[in-house]
């Protein structure tokens, strides 16, 4: 029994578990050690580091059980700036004192079972300093579970709440325990941060946390021992680690790493006394920001008498910018700002009475109090603008700048709600849009971090938008909507609807605009309640009565929602029930550019989108860019976590040709979060207006009158509204709205007849001119404060890690112009008069602009500042200073300027990292250390970089050449940039270009050094020093320049301003003409009479070898049989390129198996089908050699048709890039070899001839006919260009440029010779385009001495491709300099990745070297296939939209483009255009619409029918057709135009006119009106045309069969008729005149003929809506049944003797119901189509019964 009762006493105590809660005994002081070091740099050593560190020791006794004592004595802190860990700590001692003066007072704090509480000092304590005290305190925090030693909790501490996982370890042996703690920084309930400069930054909440570019954790480690009182704390230490990464790099970071201990020395046992003064209660562990937020962290500033060191800065920088250009004025700028920012009313007062009278102070001034943003300085501004204390341009940027960038609070929304009521914002516009704008924006900062926004701050915008509402007044509303916009808060929705007609039914009477604009407000709100936004806009976005553009813009802003899958679905599904093939297309493109997004915020609206695009047809897809479109421009790395997306918003219209919403929007996304950096959209309506003549009064006309009248005849028939032409602007940056303009047609007609008119009605133009002829002189200087993003989190040492970005820039310009006019104007003068004078110009001009822009990782407190800093700076400066003299009459100028004589920086960049260390107590002693010492790069051996650059250039010798395989050509471009790559050593090269005729030469000046040798990340490449500077020198000539002279002469005294650069020379008299002596001079002056000379010596021997081989040829064709030669020609033309060449990215196969003139480049002919090929790679191409030596064995292709199936595979189904290119002079000639075309001679003679021979048959010909004849043997020249330099001794040097042209010959050509006139020099370019035939056309640039050295050559030649019309443009380069070389290099880099992100498939082919071909083949108007051929690469892709329809038949043979009856070059462009017009036919029954919609139709007899009509308000033209009496296989028509009315009609087998009742006669033709418009009416071949372009009808042809309407481009969706509404709407293609789209053409053709009164004209036909006479079931109730729209029925009296069966809607009602339908209505209006059926409308009358003297006919009206 004893035995089990002394077991039990030791399980007892040995499973007793000590009290581990952390304690300090009453009566007892704790002694510890402290040390806190914080260091920031890159995780790699030799690099530069800057921290701090804290040592000092902490004193803790305990005042009760909860409170104790904290007193740090003896602190010491230390600097850190150098090479870690080479360089020692640096002891300062003044901020020591500074630090200590606040650290060494009296601390008290809550503490029990391991939690800090509450945290006393005494008053006025900094708030750096109790953070410090925090971060001590922040050891000694631990929360322990006695029941866990594992276990994990969201645990308090200085960063805030977040995620801590603990491991308990005792150690019972020795009554000790080791508690482990480590803190994730990324999962934090409520983390301490602070963001500055981020409104407008939105973060992805639904991105993964892994992927932020800050990262942190904290492991603590406690050593505790078990006393009487608990566990007691001997040490604790703590490790806390934020690592950076600007571009998602694994090992491209920043690090941010901090350190504590604390260590216990001693315990005494003295009690703590209750501190006898009084201790302010400065809250919980929990960190507090302190003025670090005033200070900046690029420089430290103290703060005290900040008004004296305001008016020392603007002192020096007045002082510097009247010298030069001050380097250093953007940090000064920003030291402005940060003294602004502590600023009281009063001292702004003073200093604004101080500067208000000095402009350049002033300016700098006032921009600094702009940028400051608090709510002083922004009440200071309102004040300033109230009471007009400064200038209306002031009053503007600051409202645009101050009021977006100013702290948004209660007190200064107020002052804005009262500013924009004040008079002086209400009487100028432009003001009073900034300010409500600006005011909308104050809003939504305001209420962006609450959950809810108070009424009364939006109260001022619903005012606005009632009282614009209640006016109807269109600008208010425009101004009230865009505000609200800004603003982006849910309560205001309600008031939006109210401008929605959908939703207000008042609203039916607003502009389009205001819809749009109303669509627009609901993006913001939809960021707070997206559900509401969408249910909103999709009724919008299904309702096919509103604008198509009002639809389109809805569609913008539910994308912008980010909508889920059954959203997105709902729209496609509308999509195949849509009818406006804008919309459809607009929603497609938008759709489809949705799909490709690699963005993660958008992956959930991506993928719904690749769904829903499946159920629409991808027609859509192929619709012309007359459709509405969206376009996506940009990229997004996902590796990198950023990218930027461009987005263009083509909204096109019906009623215009050109898009009536044109929005452009780029929004940055970096880090998970995304930026819209700025928006722009183009509004317009009416603009097609402008362009035609405005002033022919058409409603003073008959026609006008007539056109009313007869509208009352078409049933519902409404003109369409009027258009006021208009432009409307706005930009948007960072989401916000700034400003917006509108253009609209007063504008411009006052600013043309402020132009036109006499100046004395515009003053402000006459006081402008005078000021010009008055001179400019003066000063400009613009500093802004262009970024500012600060994100700051606390560290657990106590200090605040920030990182920020500041941005400045500076716009300087100092001008000196003295203007004089000749002859003077007079004092009531015309403004165009300018253009007749001769302006003299004296000009002194420098401007500037400076860039700084800093981003800084460290420390930021108000004492000191420790960290890294990256410094990019840009300036550019291009000083002016010349005379000029313009002569618009004479068409001439001349420009002078003084030559260089010292060396000028044009631009430099410099970026640079320092370590840098700045304390309060030395300012002038910074410590920066650069980041990349000067000797890391060189740790590196030399010997390294050799042995790789001797491997490098053996491995070289086994490759192929550079020119022959592209892998090269994706290496980089020299082994001096591999090496420099591998090495990171520092890099420097000078490029310069020298002109030594100017005396002048440019040099661009690079040095590079990074720590990309350390590891090749991003990071690691921007670290270092990188400066780019562009220079210009002087160059040292043997006679001194005076001037250098520019002088442009234009029109036919060109040719004299080249003549008077001739040297005075003695002549021989000859019998020479003087017209032969300027050829000669100029010949002479040119120098290419040497040019000329060695090509015409090398055309004619090309010529005569081209002679003999064509002898030789026609020899072996007489000796040789038909077999074998065919066997020869078959085996010569064969390739080895397709069988040899490895798919890359194949994507299309053509699927047409029957095409018979597919010839690939490895194919036989059909005769040769026995023979077989063998050939290698290095016998067809002996430049590729070095290819062998990557292949085990030379390649060999070998095709036999007999027996390769893999082949005859290959020819049933080839690739596009397989066919080969036929031009169609080739086939011209070898259909017809005895037809050649004018002025060209071609070499070849029969069909089997190849296609290289061709080619160069041609390229002789084209050499010996147009490249050998200079121009100005027969030309003036058009244009001189002469740069010269003017020197002491008198000698020429200088350059000079001479333009010849010949437009107007059957071969248009263009000559460019550039000639180094200097006596010694030879150098020139010769450049030359021309138009061969037809077919063909060609161009060469040749450049060198007398132009022999370098050629391009490029030619364009029209033909066939796999049986289709096709162009082929082929660029070759003989020789060009290396640099071009290199750059093509590069740029065979860049082409393979370019095309696999547009989608083309690629293939590696070895096609000839020195050459590029595209090919570009019609397969429809609206689509064709490319190939692209460089030098070892194909790149194709088949159906590409064109964005214009070509009007050429794809299926068109070569042989019925004959010259010189279709001409490419000049029709094609031509032929374009045209085809932008609108045409409509009528042909026997078949009718041909705007639209391009075709139909047949029977026209009833006797009843004319509007065939075309303009429907606009003006009323311009009317043309109607009806059956001819002669015969119903003939038509004739009626024209109403202005006060015209033309019959033309089918007579005798002729073709009559009668013109206002009188008949004309063809001889009398043509005939031309006195009217105020155009009109011309004329015979054309077997019928006549009528010509009113200004009345919209470009050309009007008829024969009496056929009718031809072609309409102005400004008509579009202004007609309506049968020929429709030219808007490109092939869906409601029979729209009636009610709008209602009838449901057959017969029922729409019967919708437009005008009914006549029975017994006065010949048409018996009139519209009556129709009855079904037997019972209907409808619905399982009998109901009777009534049609929608009435048909056509014969009159009263009258019997149909033919009908025409059509679809007609019907509404049914029951059956007993007494409602009664008037059968005189028009229509049934707003009655649902119940159901559909069939009914005979009539067509042909017998009217035996008719009786007209009881007939009362009733207007339909």
């Given amino acids: 029994m004893r035995r089990i009762i002394l077991a039990l006493v030791f399980t007892f105590v040995g499973s007793q578990k000590y009290d581990v809660e952390p304690g300090f005994s009453n009566g007892k002081t704790y002694i510890y050690s402290y040390e806190g070091l914080i260091l920031h740099g890159l995780h790699n050593r030799g690099l ?167 990262k942190g954790t904290a492991a603590f480690t406690y050593k505790m021992k078990y006393t009487d009182a608990g566990a007691l704390i001997t040490q604790a230490m703590s490790q806390q680690v934020y690592q950076i990464s600007p571009f998602n790099e694994p090992v491209g970071v920043a690090v ?229 916009g800004n603003a982006g808060e849910p309560a205001s929705i309600k008031h939006i609807l109210k401008f929605l007609p959908i939703f207000s039914p008042a609203a039916k009477a607003f502009p389009v605009r205001i819809y749009i604009d109303a669509v627009l407000a609901l993006r913001k709100i939809a960021r707070k309640n997206p559900a509401k936004v969408q249910e909103i806009l999709l009724q919008i976005f299904v309702d096919q009565s509103l604008a198509p553009t009002v639809r389109m813009m809805a569609c913008v802003v539910i994308f912008e929602t980010k909508p889920d899958l059954p959203l997105v679905t709902t729209m496609a599904n509308a999509l195949l029930k849509e009818s406006n093939l804008q919309v459809a297309s607009f929603t497609y493109s938008h759709m489809k550019a949705l799909t490709i997004s690699r963005i993660p915020q958008l992956y959930n609206l991506s993928a719904a989108c690749n769904i829903a695009i499946k159920l629409l047809s991808p027609k859509l897809d192929r619709l012309s860019y007359r459709y509405s479109k969206v376009i996506h421009v940009g990229g997004y790395y996902l590796e990198h976590r950023a990218g930027a997306i461009g987005r263009v918003y083509l909204m096109n219209s019906p009623s215009s040709m050109l898009p009536s919403v044109i929005m452009m929007k780029l929004r940055g996304y970096y880090a998970n ?48 509204p009027p258009e006021n032409p208009l432009v409307s602007v706005y930009i948007k940056v960072f989401g916000h709205e700034l400003t917006f303009a509108d253009v609209n047609k007063e504008l411009i007609q006052q600013t043309v007849r402020a132009l036109t008119e006499s100046s004395d009605r515009h003053m402000s133009m006459k006081k402008m001119i005078n000021q010009i002829q008055g001179g400019i002189a003066g000063q400009w200087t613009l500093p802004i404060l262009a970024g500012e993003v600060r994100h700051i989190i606390p560290t657990c040492v106590g200090l605040p890690l920030e990182l920020s970005l500041y941005s400045t820039g500076l716009i300087h310009a100092a001008a000196n112009v003295d203007v004089k006019l000749s002859p003077s104007l007079s004092g009531n003068f015309k403004p165009l008069q300018l253009f007749e004078t001769s302006v003299q110009l004296r000009a002194d001009i420098n401007p500037s602009i400076y860039t700084h822009t800093v981003a800084m990782m460290g420390i930021n407190t108000q004492y000191f500042q420790s960290g890294l800093e990256f410094h990019a700076k840009f300036h550019a400066n291009i000083p002016l200073k010349f005379d000029a003299r ?19 920086e044009l631009m430099i960049a410099r970026t640079t990292v320092y370590a840098i260390s700045r304390n309060v107590e030395e300012i002038t002693s910074e410590k920066r250390s650069l980041v990349l010492p000067e000797e890391a790069a060189s740790d590196v051996s030399d010997q390294h970089f050799k042995s790789q650059e001797k491997t490098l250039r053996n491995s070289a010798m086994t490759q192929r050449t550079a020119s022959d395989i592209m892998s090269e050509k994706y290496s980089f471009g020299s082994e001096e940039e591999f090496h420099q790559r591998a090495g990171g050593s520092s890099h420097a090269r000078v490029f310069c270009s020298k002109l030594p005729s100017l005396g002048c030469q440019t040099c661009l000046k690079l040095q590079l050094q990074d720590a990309a040798f350390l590891r090749d990340t991003y990071l690691h490449r921007l670290v270092g020093q990188h400066e780019v500077k562009l220079v210009l020198k002087p160059v040292r000539t043997d006679a001194v320049i005076d001037k250098i002279q520019l002088e442009i002469q234009a029109g036919s005294r060109a040719a004299s301003k080249i003549i008077q650069l001739v040297s005075p020379e003695s002549e021989k008299d000859d019998d020479s003409t003087p017209d032969d002596m300027v050829q000669i001079k100029l010949k002479k002056i040119l120098g290419i009479e040497s040019v000329f000379k060695a090509a015409n010596r090398s055309a004619h021997q090309h010529l005569k070898k081209q002679s ?111 066919y080969r290119f036929r031009s169609a002079h080739r086939e011209q000639l070898l259909q017809d070899p005895r037809k050649k075309v004018p002025s060209i001679s071609s070499s070849s003679s029969s069909s089997s001839s190849s296609s290289s021979s061709s080619e160069s048959s041609d390229e002789g010909s084209y050499r010996a006919n147009a490249q050998l004849k200079f121009l100005g043997d027969s030309k003036p020249p058009v244009l001189a260009v002469i740069l010269r330099a003017i020197r002491k001794d008198r000698k020429l040097a200088g350059f000079q440029l001479v333009l010849y042209t010949d437009l107007h010959s059957t071969r248009p050509r263009v000559q460019i010779f550039v000639s180094n006139f200097t006596k010694s020099s030879r150098w020139k370019v010769c450049a030359e385009a021309s138009i061969v035939n037809s077919y063909k056309a060609a161009a060469y640039l040749k450049w060198g001495e007398d132009c022999q050295d370098y050629r391009i050559a490029g030619k364009v030649v029209t033909g066939q491709f796999a049986d289709y019309p096709a162009t082929q443009i082929k660029l070759e380069w003989p020789k060009v300099p290396s640099r071009v070389k290199i750059a093509a290099k590069w740029f065979y880099t860049v082409v393979p990745g370019v095309a696999y992100m547009l989608g083309l498939s690629q293939r590696e082919q070895n096609n000839p070297s020195r050459q590029a071909t595209v090919v570009v083949t019609l397969t429809s108007p609206r689509t064709c296939d490319a190939v692209l051929k460089l030098p070892g690469l194909t790149i194709y892709d088949r159906a590409i939209s064109l964005p214009l329809p070509v009007p050429l038949d794809p299926h068109i043979s070569t042989s019925a483009l004959q010259y010189p009856a279709w001409n490419f070059f000049t029709k094609i462009p031509s032929s374009v255009i045209e085809n932008l017009k609108g045409h409509c036919s009528v042909s026997q029954n078949t009718i041909t619409t705007f639209n391009e919609v075709e139909f047949n139709y029977s026209m009833p007899a006797n009843c004319y029918h509007v065939l075309a009509q303009d429907c606009s308000p003006e009323l311009k033209f009317l043309v109607m057709m009806k059956k001819a009496e002669e015969s119903t296989d003939l038509k004739a028509i009626n024209i109403k135009l202005a006060s015209h009315e033309i019959d033309m009609y089918p007579s005798n087998g002729l073709i009559q006119l009668m013109i206002n009742g009188v008949q004309t006669q063809a001889e009398n033709l043509p005939y031309t009106s006195n009217s105020d418009a155009y009109l011309l009416i004329s015979s054309e071949k077997e019928g006549l045309s009528v010509k009113a372009p200004e009345y919209g009808i470009d050309k009007l042809y008829y024969d009496g069969h056929t009718l031809k309407i072609q309409v102005s481009f400004w008509m579009a969706g202004k007609t309506c008729g049968i020929c429709g509404k030219y ?73 149909a003797t033919r009908t025409a069966p059509v679809f007609v809607g019907f509404h049914c009602v029951p059956a007993d119901s007494t409602a009664s339908f008037d059968e005189e209505q028009i229509r049934l209006d707003q009655k649902s189509e119940d159901l559909e059926n069939t009914a005979d409308a009539h067509t042909m009358c017998s009217c035996k019964q008719l009786q007209c003297t009881a007939w009362h006919y009733i207007s339909q009206g």
């Avoid at 501190?275 to 562990?285: A, K, V």
């Avoid at 200070?295 to 703060?303: E, S, V, W, Y």
């Avoid at 519209?1663 to 009534?1682: D, M, W």
């Fill in 673 to 720: 979060t995304a930026t819209d950096f700025v928006e722009v959209a183009l509004q317009s309506q009416g603009l097609t207006d402008l362009v035609r003549k405005q002033n022919i009064p058409f409603a003073e006309y008959d026609t006008y009158k007539k056109l009313k009248a007869l509208g009352k005849m078409l049933l519902g028939w409404k003109e369409l």
């Fill in 48 to 214: 530069a580091k800057a921290g701090l560190r804290l040592t000092c020791k902490v004193e803790i006794g305990g005042l009760s059980q909860n409170y104790h004592i904290l007193k740090i004595r003896s602190p010491q802190l230390e600097e850190y700036n150098g090479i870690w860990p080479r360089d020692p700590f640096t002891r300062s001692s003044k901020l020591t004192q500074t630090i200590a003066s606040c650290l060494t007072q009296l601390f008290k704090f809550e503490y029990n079972t391991g939690w800090v509480g509450n945290i006393y000092a005494p008053e006025n304590t900094p708030v750096m300093c109790i953070n410090l005290v925090r971060g001590i305190l922040n050891l000694l925090q631990i929360t322990i579970k006695k029941s866990q030693n594992v276990y994990d909790l969201q645990e308090a501490g200085i960063g805030g709440i977040c995620h801590t996982r603990y491991i308990i370890q005792e150690d019972r042996k020795s009554n000790r325990v080791t508690v482990s703690k480590t803190k994730d920084l990324n999962n934090c309930q409520d983390k301490v941060v602070k963001n500055i400069g981020m409104a407008y930054i939105r973060p992805c909440a639904t991105c993964p946390q892994k992927e932020k570019i800050i």
């Fill in 1623 to 1695: 808007d490109g709407e092939s869906k409601q293609k029979y729209q009636m005149p009610s709008g209602y789209v009838a449901k057959d053409a017969v029922s729409f053709a019967h919708s437009w003929i005008l009914s006549e009164e029975p017994c006065a004209g010949a048409c018996k036909l009139q519209r009556t809506l129709i009855k079904i006479e037997k019972p209907v079931g409808f619905e399982k109730v009998a109901s009777k049944c009534y049609s929608v729209e009435p048909i056509l029925r014969c009159v009263k009296g009258c019997s």
């Fill in 886 to 904: 313009i002569n618009m009459n004479d068409k001439s100028l001349k420009f002078e300027t003084i030559p260089c004589h010292q060396e000028t």
């Fill in 256 to 484: 941010m790493e901090a350190r504590q201990e604390l260590t216990l020395n001693d315990i005494r046992s003295s009690e703590a006394s209750t501190p006898e003064i009084q201790l302010q209660n400065y809250g919980s562990l929990r960190y507090h920001f302190a003025k670090e937020l005033l200070q900046m962290p690029i420089h430290l500033i103290k703060m005290t008498n900040p008004e004296s060191r305001i008016v020392e800065i603007l002192q020096q920088l007045i002082q510097h910018n009247q010298q030069e250009f001050n380097k250093e004025a953007p940090a000064k700028f920003l030291e402005l700002i940060q003294l602004c920012r502590v600023m009281t009313p009063k001292n702004l007062e003073s200093l604004w009475k101080q500067f208000a009278n000095k402009p350049q102070y002033r300016q700098w001034l006032l921009s600094a109090i702009c940028a400051a943003g608090t709510t002083e300085t922004f009440m200071f501004l309102t004040q300033k603008i109230r009471n007009e204390n400064i200038s209306y341009l002031e009053s503007a940027l600051t409202i645009a700048l101050a009021f977006h960038l100013s702290k948004a609070d209660d007190h200064s929304l107020q002052t804005v709600a009262d500013l924009v009521t004040s008079f002086r914002i209400q009487r100028v516009p432009m003001l009073r849009k900034l300010a409500y704008l600006a005011y909308g924006s104050m809003v939504n900062r305001y209420c962006s971090v609450s959950s809810s926004c108070p009424n009364k701050i939006l109260q001022p915008l619903h005012d606005v938008a009632a009282a614009a509402t209640s006016k109807n007044h269109e600008d208010d509303m425009v101004l009230a909507l865009k505000a609200i």
């Fill in 1108 to 1218: 003999t081989n064509k002898d030789k040829t026609k020899i072996a064709e007489i000796r040789t049989d038909p077999a074998a030669k065919d066997q020869s020609s078959s085996s010569s033309s064969s390739s080895s390129s397709s069988s040899s060449s490895s798919s890359v990215g194949d994507k299309y196969r053509n699927k047409d198996t029957k095409d018979k003139t597919w010839q690939p480049e490895g194919s036989s002919s059909p005769d040769s089908s026995k023979s077989r090929r063998c050939s290698s790679s290095e016998e067809d191409h002996p430049g590729n050699k070095e290819q062998q030596g990557k292949r085990d064995k030379p390649v060999r292709s070998c095709s036999s048709s007999s027996s390769d199936s893999q082949y005859s595979k290959q020819q049933a189904d080839p690739e596009i890039y397989q």
